[in-house]
């Protein structure tokens, strides 16, 4: 239990640091299978990134 919860933090926290707006997660169990899904309003795709490629992080400005 503790991976799906893992996984589906990271999921929403991805959804939420990396969109523009609101975010929602589902969670579907059946038949033995667990399905996790996420989404976001912002109709901007992700862009896709090469492995070990670190993360863009927006820049701030300081106040």
Do not use: C, F, Y
């Amino acid at each position: 239990m503790r991976s799906v919860a893992l996984l589906a933090t990271e999921l929403v926290t991805n959804a939420v640091q990396h969109t523009k707006g609101s975010a929602a997660l589902r969670l579907r169990a059946e038949n033995g299978t667990l399905r996790i899904g996420v989404w976001d309003a912002d109709p901007t795709p992700p862009h896709p990134t090469r492995p070990g490629t670190p993360p863009r992080r927006p820049k701030r400005a300081a106040a």
